[in-house]
């Protein structure tokens, strides 16, 4: 099972950045796919999830109304969309996917905003 992150980079505050996770090796429809970050000194935090159909999502409080997370079955992918980016958003995201005891991650990918 491969997990890999895509889209990571340096943005300045107020800005967007589109991640995407393509998943390889696994039934990615029958995964919930989850978004989670870590910032310098943090521990490793949940961003977003998206349930295996995608009706279903959820939201870390400091992200609601500026990410939004949503999948491509077909496409063995999911993305999270970021938006009014702030300096606390910098850290490394990782993707995971879970099915049970399941359980993938990606390697992740950096976001720093600053300006």
């Known amino acids: 099972v491969h997990l890999v992150e895509l889209g990571g980079g340096l943005v300045q505050p107020g800005g967007s950045l589109r991640l995407s996770c393509i998943a390889s090796g696994l039934t990615f429809s029958m995964y919930d796919m989850n978004w989670y970050r870590q910032a310098p000194g943090k521990e490793r935090e949940l961003v977003a999830r998206i349930n295996r159909a995608g009706g279903s999502t959820y939201y870390a409080d400091s992200v609601k109304g500026r990410f939004t997370i949503s999948r491509n079955n077909a496409r063995n992918t999911v993305y999270l969309q970021m938006n009014s980016l702030e300096p606390e958003d910098t850290g490394v995201y990782y993707c995971?996917?879970?099915?049970?005891?399941?359980?993938?991650w990606g390697q992740g990918t950096q976001v720093t905003v600053s300006s």
């Open positions: 995971r996917a879970q099915l049970g005891v399941h359980d993938f």
